[in-house]
C-alpha cells in the first residue's frame, strides 16, 4: 500500500526558483513549497476550466481587449465566488494531510496568495485562452 502523501509529493513538479529559507514568512515558505507546485500541476486543469467558465458565461471573454480580459479574469477569480471556490478546491486537493493542518491555521492569507497565483497563471497562458477556430474541410 502507498502513502498518500508520498503520492501527491512525488508527482508535483520541481519549481527552481522557488526558494524556501528560514527568513520567509510561514506564508512564504507555503507557497513556494506547496501552492507553486500543485498550480503549476493543475495548470492544465485549470485553463481547461477557465475556457468552461468562458464558454458558460456567453463567450463575451472573446470579444474584448486584452486589458478588457485581464479584468475579466481579476472579476472571476476575486468576484464570482462559485468559481472561486472551485479553484480552491481544485488545489485544495492536492494537499497533504499535514499541508492541509498547515493551510486551515492562516486559509485566509493562503487564499489570497493561492488565488493571485491562479490570476498570474491566466494571464501568462492567455494566448492558451483565446478562442479556437477550426477550419472545415470542404
Known amino acids: ?14 519549481i527552481a526558483s522557488a526558494i524556501v ?4 514568512t510561514s506564508e512564504e515558505q507555503f507557497q513556494n513549497k506547496t501552492l507553486r507546485p500543485i ?14 467558465y468562458i464558454n458558460k458565461h456567453k463567450n463575451v471573454f472573446y470579444d474584448l481587449s486584452l486589458s478588457k480580459q485581464l479584468d475579466y479574469i481579476e472579476n ?10 472551485s479553484l480552491k478546491g481544485m488545489i485544495i ?17 493562503l487564499n489570497k496568495r493561492m488565488m493571485n497565483i491562479v ?3 491566466y494571464i501568462s497562458n492567455i494566448q492558451l485562452l ?8 470542404v
Open 119 to 121: 490570476r498570474e497563471r
Open 93 to 109: 486537493g492536492q494537499f497533504t494531510i499535514e499541508e492541509y493542518g498547515v493551510y486551515i491555521q492562516n486559509s485566509s492569507a
Open 76 to 85: 472571476a477569480i476575486h468576484k464570482d465566488m462559485k468559481f472561486r471556490n
Open 21 to 24: 529559507n528560514d527568513s520567509m
Open 130 to 137: 483565446q478562442h479556437q477556430v477550426v477550419a472545415k474541410a
Open 39 to 52: 498550480i503549476k500541476l493543475q495548470n492544465d486543469l485549470l485553463v481547461a476550466v477557465f475556457k468552461n
Open 1 to 14: 500500500m502507498t502513502n498518500r502523501s508520498t503520492d501527491l509529493k512525488a508527482i508535483r513538479p520541481i
